[in-house]
């Protein structure tokens, strides 16, 4: 599947597409809100890399205050915490959400939300029946406050035990 084959509407602003520039500012602020799930700078660039259409920032001024990441994906195999990809597999069944991150004192900006409000319309435009996230500890409420349900797989444990206690595979039907 390959994000230059598919047209979907594009953020509004503050939204923009994460450059190659952009990767080392993304990684350390993702870093920083997920403090004890560190990925390397490599995750980034390979996922801004296999889907640029799914890299996306949000700047106040010049400084990026969130970032949103997500591809197409298999559905009930959540990628390992800091691992890459490799490829987009082409039997992609999902739009996988790997991140939607915002800086805490910009989270009144509704960021977050007018990202996964745009989701299900970008999973449609790539026909895709789903979206699917690892919700980390503490922000399930969020996620099914946005129609996501938590999808149970004993399978599942060792991968979403890396996210923390408590991490949930979720996922949303569009």
Do not use: C
């Amino acid at each position: 599947m390959s994000a230059t084959t598919h047209s979907f509407a594009a953020p509004p602003a503050p939204w923009r597409p994460i450059g190659a520039a952009d990767l080392d500012a993304v990684t350390t602020l993702g870093n920083r809100i997920h403090a004890g799930l560190q990925e390397s700078p490599a995750v980034f660039a390979e996922r801004q890399a296999l889907f640029p259409a799914g890299a996306w920032l949000a700047e106040q001024g010049s400084t990026i205050v969130a970032y949103a990441l997500f591809h197409p994906w298999r559905a009930g195999r959540p990628p390992k915490l800091d691992t890459l990809l490799g490829v987009i597999p082409a039997a992609a069944d999902v739009l996988y959400l790997h991140d939607v991150a915002v800086d805490p004192p910009a989270r009144a900006l509704g960021l977050a939300r007018g990202m996964v409000e745009r989701l299900p319309g970008i999973a449609r435009a790539l026909a895709l029946p789903a979206l699917e996230l690892v919700a980390v500890p503490g922000t399930d409420r969020f996620w099914a406050g946005h129609g996501f349900i938590r999808v149970d797989d004993p399978a599942l444990a060792a991968t979403l035990a890396k996210y923390g206690d408590g991490a949930a595979l979720m996922r949303r039907m569009v």
